[in-house]
């Protein structure tokens, strides 16, 4: 028997979202149920709402995600009714070239539910990140389910289902900084305070957050930020070389997905140095660098798709450190708001209102 919930849908381009009823249909083999507990409001859900990602509308939005496991289909052993998984988008499908040479944090082929969420009258929907959990309830593949330690809130938990696990992977795992280093993020909303803390914990010397907007710049002191620079007032570049004795930083994270703020980064790098972009550039931006300085810089330039993990080692791991009191996540929580205050907490994103609204359920 399906079932009948309430789901925020994207319609059409640029269309404000709607709460609609979502028809999900029973668990099939390999595939889950989870009841959501909470869901945080990404940008990337804002760039699938304006036809960035693709044109496959309509979308059931939402991707950061924890929940209970209602009902589980035939042959799914990973998760059992009553867990409490975070959602994830990387289940990794173990056979892909990418798999097959050891790097299943790249998989090719990621696991989503076979079946199709619908609308009353049938009309199939896009799970957005094949989740889509602006929703009661959402049907995702078992391997989308990565079981953590109940003690977190959902509130929290949630937020290592995307957008946290992005920023922080991005320093842990792509550019695997390290003690001493000196990292500068560019754009600290969710994603890059998440990289700050990310830094922090992998204890570089020196973190210099970079935004537009004083509010982030606070927040990023409080995840760790040794210094802050307000890039429509101070040239960041110039800003990054002056604390970090004329040289640039050892990794530059571009969070925001700007050409201009990535040619900053670049600009920003020491010798030898790291630039990790984890922005989602729109289709029509293109890029232009003098050539000659792609090589008389050396050292490398990284994309970073959801921080490099792999949620089976990072999420548990994440988990305990929140729960030590190492990892703030609540932090990054700016409101809890209910499931009609999508549209909303779009607008109050981008006035740089909020870090994160988190829909709770
Ligand atoms: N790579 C991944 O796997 C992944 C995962 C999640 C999100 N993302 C992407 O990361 C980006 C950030 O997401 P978010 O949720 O943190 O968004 P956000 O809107 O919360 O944060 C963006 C920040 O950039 C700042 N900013 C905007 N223009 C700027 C400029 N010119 N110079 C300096 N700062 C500027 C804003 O003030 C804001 O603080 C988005 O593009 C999102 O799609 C990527
Ligand atoms: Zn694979
Ligand atoms: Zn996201």
């Avoid at 925020?8 to 507990?37: C, H, L, Y």
């Avoid at 809130?153 to 995307?162: D, E, I, K, Q, S």
């Avoid at 890059?192 to 927040?219: C, F, M, Y």
Wanted: hydrophobic share 40%; charged share 20%.
């Amino acid at each position: 028997m399906s079932q009948e919930v309430r789901g925020i849908i994207a319609k059409s381009k640029g269309e404000p979202v709607s709460m609609e009823t979502i028809v999900i249909p029973d668990p099939g083999p390999g595939e889950v149920v989870v009841a959501i507990q909470a869901c945080g409001v990404c940008h990337t859900d804002l760039h699938y709402r304006e036809g960035g990602i693709n044109d496959d509308f309509p979308f059931l939005l939402g991707h950061e995600a924890a929940g209970l496991v209602e009902s589980v289909g035939d042959g799914v052993t990973e998760v059992a009714p009553g867990d409490y998984v975070i959602l994830n988008w990387r289940a990794v499908c173990g056979d892909c070239r990418a798999c097959r040479r050891g790097e299943p944090q790249y998989c090719f082929d990621t696991h989503n539910a076979t079946q199709k969420m619908t609308l009353t009258d049938g009309t199939e929907l896009s799970p957005a990140l094949g989740i889509g959990a602006f929703c009661d309830k959402t049907l995702v593949a078992a391997g989308q389910c990565t079981k953590v330690d109940s003690a977190a809130p959902a509130t929290a938990a949630g937020l290592l289902g995307c957008g946290v696990m992005a920023g922080l992977g991005a320093v842990i795992n792509t550019a695997e900084v390290t003690r001493g280093q000196s990292v500068a993020v560019f754009g600290c909303g969710g994603v890059g305070n998440a990289a700050i803390a990310g830094a922090s914990l992998a204890g570089a010397s020196t973190i210099i957050g970079i935004d537009i907007d004083d509010r982030k710049l606070e927040w990023a002191k409080g995840f760790g930020a040794t210094h802050v620079c307000n890039s429509k007032e101070t040239d960041p570049v110039e800003f990054v070389k002056s604390v970090t004795n004329g040289f640039g930083a050892d990794v530059c994270i571009e969070a925001i997905g700007n050409p201009a703020v990535y040619k900053q980064a670049f600009e920003a790098r020491d010798l030898a140095g790291t630039v990790v972009l984890v922005g989602v550039p729109r289709p029509e931006d293109m890029i232009e660098l003098p050539f000659i300085e792609l090589f008389g810089r050396g050292g490398s330039l990284k994309s970073s798709w959801y921080g490099d993990c792999l949620p089976s080692r990072d999420f548990p791991m994440l988990i305990d450190l929140y729960l030590q009191g190492r990892l703030d996540l609540d932090g990054f929580v700016s409101e809890t708001i209910g499931l009609g205050d999508v549209e909303e907490a779009f607008h109050k994103m981008e006035r740089g209102e909020v870090l994160r609204s988190v829909v709770v359920l």
